[in-house]
């Protein structure tokens, strides 16, 4: 059914304007709440769902889950081994937000079991971390990041964003230079989206001036492409970039279309069952919190997937990753060739430059990669 487990943690001390991520601001109370909540409705799931083998990776996202004591993080790792087993090698991850970690809590999480962080560092230039409402300066970035260093840390990611307002192509090129300059295992790139419902949409309508353009934001990516592989970097992903041997295993597995088990308010769940199912758990926090007092699980129905929801996903997941999708893994899964199923939007995307072929694999070019949604709309049922 599932070999991965996600947990969100949907508190943050402060909400950033441009989010619109399950994330509220909290109190310790609701984070002492919440985390009771999260193991019994982990007890819950485990009387309702098996894990095929020991759990491969546990990922604790957010929100800000570093806002949680270690000594809970502690507790939920323990009782997730206690009821779903988890492996040796285990990757385990915990985001954290520069703002809410100092070397004492680090510590404390690394001795709690968490083997990977993910720093939500966004930029090194203190007025963009200011426009983005972000709690914390560029150096206490840096000083949280050498604090997970000395922590015990040897597998650390740094999440940046670009095209943002005011940015451009130089101060870009420093933000990537900032990063590499302290060495992280992994390395996330994502472009501002302005999502609609948050402040943001308000100060940054659709076209506003003050946001980069479309071929500055292609600029921007580009540059990141080019600076982050020469320094070793493999880009395995439209926007993740790693060491070799660090690519994020959690993160794979969604794109590998793994099983993976999520708990917690607005958690997503994937089973592999049949074709697959995939369900949710609300995104309202009180919603989510009296289901599970009363002892049920709390998502909904769900949806079951066909055969052909299945082969979509297979393409706009797998396609995702630079390694892109094998015609064996294809015939495995479905019984049937990828000519057979997809060969007109193949030979189209390959002939638009969008897909390339790699011996039996067919991957994304690098406009392929920035003009990925177009080519996934290909392959929707
Ligand atoms: S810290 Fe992250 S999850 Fe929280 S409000 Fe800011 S962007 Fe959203």
């Not at 546990?58 to 790792?77: A, E, H, K, M």
């Not at 090194?124 to 997970?148: C, M, N, T, V, Y």
């Not at 000395?150 to 451009?168: E, K, W």
């Not at 982050?228 to 060491?243: D, F, P, S, V």
Request: aromatic fraction near 10%; proline fraction near 4%; charge should be negative.
């Amino acid at each position: 059914m599932f070999t991965r487990l996600y947990l969100h943690i949907p508190f943050c001390r402060r909400k950033c304007p441009y989010c619109a991520f399950v994330s509220q601001e909290s109190t310790a109370a609701d984070l002492d709440g919440y985390a009771h909540t999260l193991l019994v409705e982990m007890g819950l799931a485990a009387h309702a769902f098996r894990a095929e083998r020991p759990l491969e990776s546990v990922y604790f996202g957010g929100g800000t889950p570093s806002l949680l004591d270690p000594r809970q993080i502690g507790r939920i790792v323990e009782r997730t081994g206690d009821l779903f087993g988890l492996d040796r090698e285990a990757e385990i991850t915990l985001e954290a937000n520069p703002g809410t970690v100092g070397l004492e809590r680090l510590a404390a999480f690394r001795s709690a079991g968490v083997n990977r962080l993910s720093l939500g560092v966004q930029s090194f230039h203190d007025p963009l971390l200011k426009a983005l409402g972000r709690i914390h300066s560029a150096a206490e970035a840096r000083e949280a990041f050498q604090a997970a260093r000395t922590a015990g840390f040897t597998n650390i990611g740094i999440d940046l964003i670009h095209a943002l307002p005011g940015q451009t192509l130089p101060m870009w090129r420093s933000e990537l230079e900032q990063a590499l300059a302290l060495g992280p295992e992994h390395i996330s790139v994502y472009g501002l989206t302005v999502e609609e419902g948050t402040p943001f949409a308000l100060r940054y309508g659709a076209d506003s001036p003050r946001l980069p353009d479309e071929d500055l934001a292609v600029a921007m990516f580009e540059e990141a492409d080019d600076i982050l592989t020469a320094a070793g970097y493999e880009h395995y992903e439209i926007a993740n970039y790693a060491l070799p041997g660090r690519r994020s295993a959690h993160n794979s597995g969604y794109w590998r279309r793994d099983g993976y088990l999520g708990l917690g308010c607005g958690a997503h769940t994937f089973l592999r069952q049949g074709y697959g199912v995939r369900f949710g758990n609300p995104a309202d926090l009180d919603a989510y919190a009296d289901a599970v007092a009363q002892g049920h699980l709390p998502h909904g129905e769900g949806q079951r997937l066909t055969r052909q929801d299945a082969m979509a996903e297979f393409m706009f997941l797998g396609l995702r990753m630079a390694d892109g999708i094998g015609e064996s893994g294809f015939r495995q899964a479905f019984g049937i060739g990828l000519d057979e199923t997809f060969g007109v939007a193949l030979a189209k995307l390959t002939a638009l430059g969008l897909l390339e072929a790699a011996g039996d694999r067919v991957r994304l070019t690098r406009r392929g990669m920035l003009l990925s949604n177009q080519v996934f709309a290909h392959f929707l049922p």
